[in-house]
Structures are given as structure tokens and as C-alpha cells.
């Protein structure tokens, strides 16, 4: 069965600490691995789709990384605005479509 | 620019009574999606579509139906609400397979 598991389930950062969020996920077979991020009330935004091991996308002080086993979210230098929650999710070969798996969320906040 | 609109954005019931929600997208998006994100459960799976005319069971489908009549629209129904039901339901689409979502804002309800 497809899994996504996310960790720390909480962080408190100061303005500037870097830090990374971790993924770690069990598929049949992955055809894309998403981070999202989720503001409060709010709909999930997209972030990144990674889709092989090794492979890096950046953008602003966010970097996605993905090994055969996890998936990292760097954030370098983070600022107030960076505060909320980060959702990974897989979707494996082994489904019949386009199905999203999700892990909990890392609920990041940033204090000034 | 609206993307994905999920109407009504609240709602309470009453254990027994029913309701639809409605999710319309204008970006002619095949895939569509209805989610649950509980506390500490994540999102979760209720129903899908990958076309009009088109639906399939998710994780937890269960007191729900749904259809998709027109290609923009994907309809939720609660057809006997139960408290179980209380959650926010999310939306989304996407244009094919291994592509990243785009969520709606969510319906927060609440089933007394």
C-alpha cells in the first residue's frame, strides 16, 4: 500500500534559520512525487513535482530533493511569510489514474 | 483567472438532511477530485473523475455520491449527513496524469 509519511510534525524557526522538512514515502512505483503549501482556511498550492532520484527544483528559498526513499524540503534563510503548512504527496504506477496520496503536513512557523 | 470555485464555502446541517456541493474549473482540466482533510488524518480520496460523464471510488467514499455531467463541473453530494461528516471538503483538478493539482478554497462543514 502507497504511504507517505512527513516529519517533524511541527517546526519553530527564527527568521534566517535554515532547516529542512522531511518526506519519506513507500510506492509500487513512483511516477511523481508534489509538495504543496497550505495557508490557513486555504486550498493547497503547488509547489514542485520531482519525478526521479536526484532530481532538484528550486524556487525562492525553497529546494526540493528526491532520493529513491524521500523526498527533502530545503528552506534557506526563511522569512515570516513562510509560516504555514507543507504537504508532500506521491502517486504511484500502481494506481489506475491520477491519484494523489497525501502525508500529513509539516506546519512550519517562522518567527521574526 | 478563478481556477478552481468550490461553493458554498460554509455550511451547517443537521444529521439527516442533505446537500451538494459544487466545484467548477475554467482551465478544461479531464481530472477531477473531491478530498477530506480531517485533523491528524490528512487529505483523503472521496471521489474522482477522469472525464465527463466519468466516476470512480476513492479511499473513503462512503455516504457520498457524485457526478460529472459537464466537463467544468464535478457535484459532491451528501445524500444523509452524519457528524462523521464534518470536515473540510477540498476540489481539485488537474490535466492529466502525473501533473500537479489545483485546488479550490474548500467547503468547511459542519454536521450537528
Known amino acids: 500500500e502507497d504511504q507517505v509519511t512527513q516529519s517533524p510534525e511541527a517546526l519553530r524557526l527564527q527568521e534566517g534559520e535554515s532547516s529542512s522538512l522531511n518526506c519519506s514515502y513507500t510506492?509500487?512505483?513512483?511516477?511523481?512525487l508534489f509538495w504543496y503549501r497550505q495557508d490557513p482556511g486555504k486550498g493547497p498550492e503547488f509547489l514542485f513535482t520531482?519525478?526521479?532520484a536526484g532530481e532538484e527544483k528550486e524556487k525562492e528559498r525553497l529546494k526540493a530533493t528526491l532520493t529513491k526513499k524521500e523526498s527533502f524540503l530545503h528552506i534557506t534563510a526563511p522569512k515570516p511569510e513562510d509560516s504555514a503548512t507543507y504537504l508532500c504527496?506521491?502517486?504511484?504506477?500502481?494506481?489506475?489514474?491520477?491519484?494523489?496520496?497525501f502525508g500529513t503536513g509539516t506546519l512550519l512557523a517562522v518567527q521574526p | 483567472n478563478a481556477g478552481v470555485t468550490q461553493t458554498p464555502k460554509f455550511r451547517v446541517l443537521k444529521t439527516g438532511q442533505s446537500m451538494t456541493l459544487l466545484c467548477a474549473q475554467d482551465?478544461?482540466?479531464?481530472?477531477m477530485y473531491w478530498y477530506r482533510q480531517d485533523p491528524g488524518m490528512g487529505l483523503r480520496l472521496i471521489h474522482y473523475?477522469?472525464?465527463?460523464?466519468?466516476?470512480a471510488k476513492g479511499e473513503v467514499p462512503d455516504g457520498y455520491n457524485v457526478s460529472r455531467l459537464k466537463k467544468q463541473n464535478f457535484l459532491l453530494g451528501l445524500e444523509s449527513a452524519a457528524p462523521s461528516q464534518t470536515s473540510v471538503y477540498f476540489c481539485?483538478?488537474?490535466?492529466?496524469?502525473?501533473?500537479?493539482?489545483?485546488f479550490g478554497s474548500g467547503t468547511r462543514l459542519t454536521v450537528v
Open positions: 520531482l519525478y526521479s
Open positions: 473523475s477522469v472525464g465527463e460523464g466519468t466516476t
Open positions: 510506492v509500487s512505483g513512483l511516477r511523481g
Open positions: 504527496a506521491v502517486q504511484s504506477y500502481g494506481g489506475a489514474t491520477n491519484k494523489l496520496i
Open positions: 481539485a483538478s488537474s490535466a492529466g496524469e502525473a501533473r500537479g493539482y489545483t
Open positions: 482551465m478544461n482540466h479531464e481530472y
